[in-house]
């Protein structure tokens, strides 16, 4: 799992920026994968005083590798930091030796550094989006006329859509959390049917692993 931005931790604290239905969802995956019989690590961004590794039981870590410092950084700003975090994130990999069955990101910022290790170490890569720039770009527009030029500078749409699009044309499966977000991937990001998926619906194709 790659989740950049946020608290993810055994107990993630409740009202932490940044920290939101996409924490829970990513440990609740994760978890669910253990129980499967895969061995599972959650790739994370470090910051403050948080430790390097937590080991939260015999088939799930979590790993955190700096970018940009350790102060908090909100994930609007975190594309900046990704080359250091990805050559980090490389390194650390390559020192510990492990071999990866997939990669699984989410957002768009932890796909662009998960694309990069899949391109790197030929390992396919799944992305789930969580939220769609285009989405939030016309929600704010329309419930705010006017300021698109003052949200185009706090949040970056342009470049965030501009990785989305090669983004879900490299990876090589883009999963939808509902029927809505399939038809905007399709719809306005030209995702082809073949590499999209339905959360619910792929959950059951994910077997688990024949040795360990």
Known sequence: MVSL??????????????????????????????????????????????????VINDLMRIIRIPCGGLDFLPREELWRHLPEWSDLALEHIGKTGVRYEFFNSHYWDAGMAAQFLSAILNVPHIHTPHTLGIWQQHQLENKFPGRGAVFETQYHFQRQIMEERRLYGDCDLVVALNEIQLELLSRDYDVPSDKLRLAAAFAPEIAPPQER
Request: glycine share 6%; aromatic share 8%.
């Open 5 to 54: 931005h946020g608290y993810v931790s055994v107990a993630p604290p409740v009202g932490a920026t940044d920290s939101s239905s996409q924490t829970r969802y990513v440990l609740e995956l994760s978890k669910m994968l253990s129980e499967l019989g895969y061995a599972v690590d959650i790739w994370m961004r470090r910051m403050e005083d948080q430790t390097e590794i937590d």
